[in-house]
């Protein structure tokens, strides 16, 4: 999460992170039993943030949730409807 903290979203690459479309990215880690965690967002242009919209996995390279480009659709337009409403900074310090 620091490295892309840091970066610009034209640095935002595997491993850290996979560009879907539409300014949408997958980051992606491991955790220590090595379950492969996603979580999928974008960005919001107008408030210069990342958005966080919800956590999946991929498993033999296939992202679960399956439907997760609809989710992401679905809420990009929600939020960007009502960012204020639908949005929270980061509660965890990115060390």
Same mark, same amino acid.
């Not at 980051?27 to 210069?48: M, V, W």
């Given at each position: 999460?620091?490295? &892309?903290? @840091?970066?610009?979203?034209?640095?935002? @690459?595997? *491993?850290?992170?996979?560009? &879907?479309?539409?300014?949408?990215?997958?980051?992606?880690f491991k955790d220590e039993n090595g379950t492969e965690h996603r979580l999928?967002?974008?960005?919001?242009?107008?408030?210069?943030?990342?958005?966080?919209?919800?956590?999946?996995?991929?498993?033999?390279?296939?992202?679960? *949730?399956?439907?997760?480009?609809?989710?992401?659709?679905?809420?990009?337009?929600?939020?960007?409807?009502?960012?204020?409403?639908?949005?929270?900074?980061? *509660?965890? *310090?990115?060390?």
């Amino acid at each position: 999460m620091r490295f &892309l903290r @840091e970066h610009p979203c034209e640095h935002w @690459e595997r *491993p850290k992170a996979s560009p &879907l479309k539409n300014n949408s990215y997958v980051i992606r880690f491991k955790d220590e039993n090595g379950t492969e965690h996603r979580l999928f967002g974008f960005f919001h242009l107008t408030n210069h943030v990342f958005v966080i919209c919800f956590a999946g996995t991929e498993r033999d390279s296939k992202y679960y *949730p399956v439907d997760y480009e609809k989710r992401l659709a679905r809420l990009r337009i929600e939020v960007s409807d009502s960012f204020k409403e639908r949005t929270v900074d980061c *509660p965890w *310090p990115v060390q």
